[in-house]
């Protein structure tokens, strides 16, 4: 991994808390968490991560999704008191650590001596608190950011929608041969614009975010998942596939039984292996796919179309009860 400017480096942070029961002593294992643009998962070992260390609780963190740039992040585990403050004394702060795959970690594995946590204040019913704060270093994005996604010094002009976007063709070739290739085809002498159709402005506008930083604007929860959607059909028509890895890793975090028809026909409109074989892990099992499909008329119809071997698998013998109604989405 190149050397980064921590002095000039953009810094992306997020906290997660995590409540450890303390009373069984096997080992705790958090939900996937989003913590400085990327998933993390928190691994707690009350009785330490082995025999040598059984004195001391030990705290794992795995990066827990793909990035489309490797990464370099700092955590800081803190115990916190009952009111929710810091522990003054019992905070731990990891060395800034690469991370590229999903699963590389780092731990703290003499967080706490379990001596001390078992007769402070602090365990409370056999539960206590530690606060996990990320730091996520990215190289800083060109000091005039605001002005190149303002349009100043743009060398070409889109048209979206009605909305005009400005933007530098070698900045546009570098991320994106093929709105290289439109700006190409896409002017005449008497209208200087590029037209794109079939996307949204809003989404456009992202989209050249991404171009220019690497990441995505800042979205609400509720927005986020439709915003992914939308930009994993412009990163698949435009080849981004750094945008398109990001927005797949953020729509298979909405996979369930309700959205599994809606996100296999994402996976196969816009050719995203990763998410048509994350639905098809997730609905392998035949009572998990029949539960799917009574919840979503259109997931048989789905399944039946792009991946016909999940009926057949749930078709153990000819007298099936659902192969008569099966048999209809051919």
């Excluded at 800034?96 to 602090?122: A, Q």
């Excluded at 002005?147 to 005009?164: N, Y």
């Excluded at 998990?288 to 749930?314: Q, S, T, Y």
Aim: with cysteine.
């Amino acid at each position: 991994m190149p050397a980064l400017d921590f002095a000039s480096a953009n810094v992306a942070l997020g906290t997660y808390l995590l409540h450890v029961d303390h009373s069984n002593g096997q080992r705790i294992k958090t939900p996937s968490f989003s913590a400085g643009d990327c998933y993390w998962r928190i691994y707690c070992y009350p009785n330490g991560t082995c025999p040598s260390r059984t004195d001391h609780m030990s705290i794992v963190i795995d990066l827990d999704g793909r990035v489309p740039k490797p990464i370099k992040a700092q955590v800081r585990f803190s115990l916190l008191d009952q009111d929710g403050a810091l522990v003054p004394g019992h905070s731990v702060c990891t060395g800034i650590t690469d991370y590229s795959e999903v699963g590389d970690s780092c731990s703290c594995d003499f967080f706490i001596h379990k001596e001390f946590l078992g007769t402070s204040e602090y365990l409370v019913n056999d539960c206590f608190t530690v606060a996990c704060d990320v730091s996520v270093y990215r190289a800083s994005p060109l000091s005039d950011l605001q002005q190149h996604l303002l349009g100043t010094g743009a060398d070409v002009v889109f048209q979206v929608g009605g909305h005009t976007f400005g933007a530098h063709r070698r900045v546009l070739a570098a991320r994106s041969p093929v709105l290289e290739a439109e700006l190409s085809k896409g002017t005449t002498a008497g209208d200087p614009c590029t037209r794109i159709d079939g996307v949204l402005p809003h989404v456009f506008m992202s989209l050249l975010h991404f171009v220019y930083t690497d990441s995505l604007p800042h979205m609400t929860a509720v927005e986020e998942p439709t915003m992914a959607e939308h930009l994993l059909a412009a990163a698949d028509r435009f080849s981004m596939q750094e945008l398109k890895l990001v927005c797949e890793e953020k729509i298979i975090r909405e996979l369930n039984h309700d959205t599994a028809a809606k996100i296999l026909k994402l996976a196969v409109q816009h050719r995203s292996s990763f998410l048509k074989e994350a639905c098809i892990e997730f609905l392998e099992g035949a009572p998990v796919l029949e539960a799917a499909m009574a919840m979503d008329d259109e997931l048989c119809e789905h399944v039946a179309k792009f991946c016909p071997v999940l009926l057949k698998n749930m078709w153990a013998y000819e007298e099936d009860p659902m192969q008569d109604e099966l048999a209809m989405c051919f």
